[in-house]
């Protein structure tokens, strides 16, 4: 077989490189590994290449139309500044499927990065990974050491990975955590976390409210237990289920998350709901200050209408596909701010805060002050078929999802 360059999961930003070579066939030995939550073994090839899969796609559509397993192999010759990681456990986030769908606001770059026969792109942004091997004992981490991707574009739906160790990865305490919640941990906590406090001005204190859209999905479930620990009050809107006591079990578990108050949506849209956050509010000199719309559409817009003077609508999401209008009254007369939120800006921006945000997170659930989201958790093994792995990513915006699907590899 011919060697080919295999460029680093940060392709094209001038990262480290190595050779690889596409595999014909499945490992025939392996090695020991061992881990501190699981045993795994290692795949290794001849001459110890690392045999390696990654989900990948040539072109834009569904992901179950374009989606395929590709086998490669690694070589045990890094650069310097260079790390193997084995992956532990990947998120299946919805802006991964629209980004494989081309409907994201960002298009990646098509690359034969691990020797595909075309251009191609490793899908994933989160992830947690476990160190195997470095190139140098003098690096910032060790073997057995978990990391995440520093930035997004990293590629996580793989088996294994190269990256840098200087650029590429953040480092973080594995003690107390299972991978699946290290795993989706920076994407929307995250979210939640900086809309809380970088939107609202002045910024919310213990007592103020917010209100958001979308309250069941992660970043809402981030943000509701978010609020309950900094003491701030919380307005959530649902999506009613198909009875009313699926419905009225929802309500009660984000209460129990820490929710102040949970509506659905005809509830929220209905006449009466402006003398609902009245009554609340009533005392609140400066009413709602937040709003956090992951929705668009008429959704938005009712948000705007319950805040107070000087509030701000942080839009981070439009699931309706419908525009966010922008009322006239409340842009001049009661000076609310229309704001957009996106979580690659802000921590490609700025790598440090999104260490210093993730280790907190990290740190609560640790505590048990903060629960992970709900999972659904798809074995990822050396052994299982292409289309596995592509129905369960098709499968993420689809109906009521018990959980948010996460890759969990086992023997790769």
Excluded at 24 to 39: E, F, G, K, N, V
Excluded at 108 to 120: A, M, V, Y
Excluded at 277 to 304: F, H, P, Y
Aim: proline share 6%.
């Amino acid at each position: 077989m011919n060697a080919i360059k295999l460029l680093s999961p940060a392709a094209g930003r001038g990262t480290p490189s190595t050779l690889c070579r596409t595999a014909r066939r499945p490992a025939q030995a392996s090695t020991a590994m061992s881990m501190s939550w699981t045993p795994v073994r290692h795949k290794s090839g001849p001459y110890g290449y690392t045999q390696a899969k990654s989900l990948v796609y040539s072109k834009y559509g569904e992901p179950k139309d374009v989606l395929k397993l590709h086998s490669h192999s690694i070589s045990p010759s890094f650069p310097q500044s260079t790390i193997l990681l084995r992956t532990l456990a990947s998120a299946i986030n919805p802006a991964d499927v629209n980004t494989i769908q081309g409907t994201y606001g960002v298009k990646p770059k098509f690359s034969p990065l691990i020797g595909t026969t075309e251009p191609s792109v490793i899908p994933g942004n989160e992830a947690v990974f476990e160190v195997v091997s470095t190139s140098s004992p003098d690096l910032k981490v060790s073997r057995g050491d978990w990391v995440i991707p520093a930035k997004t574009g990293f590629g996580t739906w793989r088996t294994h990975a190269l990256a840098s160790a200087d650029t590429d990865i953040i480092k973080i305490n594995k003690e107390g955590l299972s991978p699946t919640q290290a795993a989706t941990a920076f994407v929307n906590p995250c979210s939640a976390y900086r809309m809380l406090r970088d939107f609202a001005d002045p910024v919310l204190r213990e007592g103020d409210w917010f209100i958001q859209n979308g309250a069941n999905s992660g970043v809402g479930r981030a943000a509701i237990q978010l609020g309950r620990l900094w003491g701030y009050r919380s307005i959530n809107v649902v999506r009613a289920r198909e009875s009313e006591d699926k419905t009225q079990a929802l309500k009660d578990e984000l209460t129990a998350l820490g929710a102040t108050h949970v509506v659905t949506e005809e509830e929220f849209l209905g006449r009466e709901f402006r003398d609902m956050v009245a009554q609340w509010t009533r005392g609140d000199r400066e009413g709602i200050k937040l709003g956090m719309n992951c929705v668009g559409g008429k959704s938005a817009q009712t948000i705007a209408k319950t805040l107070g003077p000087g509030g701000a609508v942080v839009t981070y999401g439009g699931m309706s596909r419908q525009p966010v209008a922008l009322p006239t009254g409340l842009l001049i007369f009661k000076n609310i701010r229309f704001l957009g939120f996106w979580l690659s800006r802000w921590a490609d921006q700025d790598v440090d805060a999104k260490e210093r945000t993730v280790n907190e997170i990290l740190g609560l659930i640790r505590e048990d002050k903060f629960k992970d989201v709900p999972t659904v958790e798809v074995p990822w093994s050396w052994e299982t078929e292409e289309g596995v792995l592509r129905e369960a990513v098709q499968g993420t915006l689809e109906g009521f999802r018990a959980g948010k699907g996460v890759f969990v590899f086992g023997e790769t």
